[in-house]
């Protein structure tokens, strides 16, 4: 069946966003939990933009690749080209799912970076291929090369600061193991990077030589309790941290009691702009129970939170602080 330009280009985005999530299946959870305890480069951009990012350059991916497609041609050996050009698009795409899986999914910093490399070499060599197609092709996949270049730094950072040694020296020397905690006065983690409290608050710029600040508060909502199964009473409170735009971002981090000292966990996001009621430490499971408010789905993010929300998280083996399944 021969299918017209319509349907050609509405298959080929749905290919390249299928992509996409597929390999969000294996991002998701990690973000918030794995990737969360990560230490980063400086230059690593908060979480939540990759989604957007990802979302339009995979849209992107598809208009190429229905250029390509729709290039058609009764000359045999033209039409060799374009399904060889198409047959390498698939080959990076399926790289590009390949790398969530290898990266988020086995937690495998270094053997992401193997990956994304080959996937860099797919895609540039199907901007070759697309040049000479069409033009106006491979120029839309500038800006994913781009990206994944930037990618690629990021996933090496992660690798080489994420090394044993580089781990152990930071968690001994800057992730303080205090004899008597201070809430106020600690270090811990926020998506990947050291925060240093003093007296309550911590004001960074954003970016060497920006005027942008970074100022995370704490905020309070104490609780005591086991978290960790050892007996010794763990302790979790809440931070607020603003990044100079409209929202002021809340986390719950708990500060784990061991026999001489304590070390905290990773910061665990909470919401933006919420309402925080309670702070609770269920004994039996040994869970950290947040309560607070929210704002109902579609509402503005200035209308006042009114929507009750319990939110359970938990302390793996491992220290780190992570959301519980509901």
Known sequence: MKLNSTLKLILAIIVSELAGVIGSIFTVSAIPNWYATLVKSVVNPPSWIFGPVWTTLYLLMGVAAFLVWNKSSRWKPDRIEIRKALDVFVLQLTLNVLWSIIFFGLHSPLWGFVEIVLMWLAIFWTMVLFYKISKPAMWLLVPYILWVSFAGYLNYSVWMLNQVGAVTQINSSQIASQTQFDEKNTTFMIDGQLVTLVNGISIVTEAPGSASKITTTYFGNEATGDLTGDGLPDTAFLITQDTGGSGLFY??????????????????????????????????????????????????MTTQPSVGVTLLLKVTPTGVLEGLTN
């Open 251 to 300: 986390y719950a981090v708990v500060a784990i009691k061991t026999a001489n000292s304590y070390k905290t966990t990773n910061a665990f996001f909470i919401g933006d702009r919420i309402a925080p009621q309670s702070t609770n430490i269920i004994a039996n499971s040994r869970e950290l129970q947040i309560n607070y408010a929210e704002r109902r789905p579609n509402e503005p």
